[in-house]
């Protein structure tokens, strides 16, 4: 499974270039997008953990790119609001969705996984049985 940085990069995907100019436009000195997206790939990376079948790979922002567009849709309403922007009902729940898939991703209700299992032990003995004395517990 590849994994990939999740950082302002992502924005040019995220936005419509109209919107990418008036994000510019707006951030400053004191920029909270940096810090939105460490939160959502420490989010993002806390789900993948959690679901078990998967081995956490690369820095403390990769995020697997299965889960891009989930990315794409948090990381893109979270910015919206940050700036006081309007942020359209498709763009909200497509955001509500995503959130609900890394939900159950983290309880493990959705099959997420690499290629490569993680080891399961497995023990092996000598099948025992139980029965009753044969001279019916009395000695």
Same mark, same amino acid.
């Given at each position: 499974?590849?994994?990939?940085?999740? !950082?302002?990069? /992502?924005? #040019? =995907?995220?936005?419509?270039?109209?919107?990418?100019?008036?994000? /510019? $436009?707006?951030?400053?000195? $004191?920029?909270?997008? @940096?810090?939105?997206?460490? %939160?959502?790939? #420490? &989010?993002?990376? $806390?789900?993948?953990?959690?679901?078990? &079948?998967? &081995? /956490?790979? %690369? %820095?403390? !922002?990769?995020?697997?790119?299965?889960?891009?567009?989930?990315?794409?849709?948090?990381?893109?309403?979270?910015?919206?609001? &940050?700036?006081?922007? $309007?942020?359209?009902?498709?763009?909200?729940? =497509?955001?509500?969705?995503?959130?609900?898939?890394?939900?159950?991703?983290?309880?493990?209700?959705?099959?997420? #996984?690499?290629?490569?299992?993680? #080891?399961?032990?497995?023990?092996?003995?000598?099948?025992r049985y139980r029965r009753? @004395?044969?001279? %019916?517990?009395?000695?």
């Amino acid at each position: 499974m590849e994994w990939f940085d999740l !950082n302002e990069q /992502l924005l #040019a =995907e995220a936005f419509q270039d109209r919107e990418c100019t008036d994000l /510019l $436009a707006l951030r400053s000195h $004191a920029d909270p997008v @940096p810090g939105i997206c460490r %939160g959502l790939a #420490a &989010r993002i990376r $806390a789900a993948v953990q959690a679901n078990g &079948r998967c &081995r /956490l790979m %690369g %820095g403390e !922002n990769a995020i697997p790119q299965a889960l891009r567009a989930d990315a794409v849709a948090i990381l893109r309403v979270k910015i919206l609001v &940050r700036y006081s922007l $309007a942020v359209s009902e498709d763009r909200r729940q =497509e955001a509500a969705r995503a959130e609900e898939r890394l939900d159950a991703i983290a309880r493990g209700e959705m099959p997420f #996984a690499d290629g490569t299992p993680q #080891a399961r032990p497995a023990y092996y003995g000598r099948k025992r049985y139980r029965r009753q @004395p044969q001279n %019916g517990g009395i000695m």
